[in-house]
């Protein structure tokens, strides 16, 4: 019996055994079974992230907005205030840079013109020294050769000849003067030497236009010979230059003696031989001589007229 009773709880037990886990799940499953329809009645809700709402954002943009207008308004304010500030400082850097230009100007005119005055009065100085000294030694000349002319000439012989003989023959003058010829100064050649360049220039533009070759060359070479003679004209040296002068000058003296020493009539003779042939043929009668051509007459003889015919 007892023995039964083991076989049969070792049975029991043996069948017992491999049905746990099912009596285990048979009496889980209503939980789970209760938890599904749980779950299937009240759905998980997915999990929502916190995030700002729309109207947070257009207020938190419309600050950063209103923010951002603000700086740049008062940023505006700041570059308008400097741009204001530097134009006024740059009027009135301009306004003394003016003044002072203006001054400056003032000055160098003034300064110019004080140049130019004293420039124009050294001239004047220098030439009115030329000309005392110039004619100091026209009247020595005229001394010294009116000595050498015949006892009968004139007694300003010499200086009326010159005197006339000059204003018939300018380069007479121009002789004169270049016989105190010292050269030219560093301006005065600079001067120079730029005017005949540009005449030869000019000239050189007129010989491009011609059409032969042949002729073209040969112009060229006339223009260039004509330019070198009037350079050498122009900067002749000095000690000849007033050598040529001198020369001249020596010339006009030789034809002022040729003409004093020319045979000249005797006035009174020939008076003297009218009256004789007046008297011919008046039939001896006493005739009064002709009157003589008064504007060929001296100063001298023109008084010595006047006091034997009219007492005065």
Same mark, same amino acid.
């Given at each position: 019996?007892?023995?039964?009773?083991?076989?049969?709880? *070792?049975? +029991?037990?043996?069948?017992?055994?491999?049905?746990?886990?099912? *009596?285990?799940?048979?009496?889980?499953?209503?939980?789970?079974?209760?938890?599904?329809?749980?779950?299937?009645?009240?759905?998980?809700?997915?999990?929502?992230?916190?995030?700002?709402?729309?109207?947070?954002?257009?207020?938190?943009? /419309?600050?950063?907005? #209103?923010?951002? &207008?603000?700086?740049?308004?008062?940023?505006?304010?700041?570059?308008?205030?400097?741009?204001?500030?530097?134009?006024?400082? %740059?009027?009135?850097?301009?306004?003394?840079?003016?003044?002072?230009?203006?001054?400056?100007?003032?000055?160098?005119?003034?300064?110019? =013109?004080?140049?130019?005055?004293?420039?124009?009065?050294?001239?004047?100085?220098?030439?009115?020294?030329?000309?005392?000294?110039?004619?100091?030694?026209?009247?020595?000349?005229?001394?010294?050769?009116?000595?050498? %002319?015949?006892?009968?000439?004139?007694?300003?012989? +010499?200086?009326?000849?010159?005197?006339?003989? &000059?204003?018939?023959?300018?380069?007479?003058?121009?002789?004169?003067?270049?016989?105190?010829?010292? =050269?030219?100064? $560093?301006?005065?050649? &600079?001067?120079?030497?730029? /005017?005949? !360049?540009?005449?030869?220039?000019?000239? #050189?533009?007129?010989?491009?236009?011609?059409?032969?070759?042949?002729?073209?060359? %040969?112009?060229?070479?006339?223009?260039?010979?004509?330019?070198?003679?009037?350079?050498?004209?122009?900067?002749?040296? $000095?000690?000849?230059?007033?050598?040529?002068?001198?020369?001249?000058?020596?010339?006009?003296?030789?034809? #002022?003696? *040729?003409?004093?020493?020319?045979?000249?009539?005797?006035?009174?003779? #020939?008076?003297?031989?009218?009256?004789?042939?007046?008297?011919?043929?008046?039939?001896?009668?006493?005739? +009064? $001589? $002709?009157?003589?051509?008064?504007?060929?007459?001296?100063?001298?003889?023109?008084?010595?007229?006047?006091?034997?015919?009219?007492? !005065?």
């Amino acid at each position: 019996m007892t023995e039964e009773v083991k076989a049969d709880d *070792t049975v +029991a037990s043996d069948a017992s055994a491999p049905a746990a886990p099912e *009596t285990a799940a048979t009496s889980a499953d209503p939980m789970d079974e209760l938890l599904a329809e749980w779950d299937r009645a009240n759905p998980p809700q997915p999990e929502v992230q916190p995030q700002p709402s729309e109207s947070t954002d257009d207020g938190l943009a /419309a600050l950063d907005e #209103m923010q951002q &207008a603000i700086d740049w308004e008062q940023r505006e304010q700041a570059w308008q205030s400097q741009l204001s500030q530097s134009q006024d400082q %740059l009027r009135l850097l301009q306004a003394q840079a003016a003044s002072t230009n203006v001054q400056n100007e003032q000055q160098i005119n003034q300064l110019r =013109g004080t140049v130019n005055q004293l420039q124009n009065s050294i001239r004047q100085a220098e030439w009115q020294q030329h000309q005392q000294r110039s004619q100091q030694d026209f009247q020595r000349l005229v001394s010294d050769e009116q000595a050498k %002319l015949p006892a009968d000439a004139d007694e300003r012989f +010499a200086e009326t000849f010159l005197l006339a003989e &000059a204003q018939r023959d300018p380069q007479l003058a121009k002789a004169w003067e270049g016989q105190y010829f010292q =050269g030219y100064n $560093p301006l005065e050649r &600079a001067e120079l030497e730029l /005017a005949i !360049f540009q005449h030869g220039q000019q000239l #050189m533009a007129k010989v491009a236009l011609t059409a032969n070759p042949q002729q073209r060359a %040969l112009a060229e070479k006339h223009v260039q010979f004509e330019m070198q003679q009037l350079y050498a004209k122009t900067f002749i040296e $000095p000690e000849r230059y007033r050598s040529e002068c001198k020369k001249y000058v020596e010339k006009a003296l030789d034809k #002022m003696h *040729t003409t004093a020493n020319r045979p000249r009539i005797d006035r009174d003779q #020939m008076a003297d031989r009218a009256a004789v042939a007046a008297a011919v043929r008046g039939g001896g009668r006493s005739v +009064a $001589p $002709p009157m003589p051509d008064l504007s060929n007459l001296s100063d001298r003889e023109l008084q010595k007229y006047t006091r034997e015919n009219f007492g !005065f």
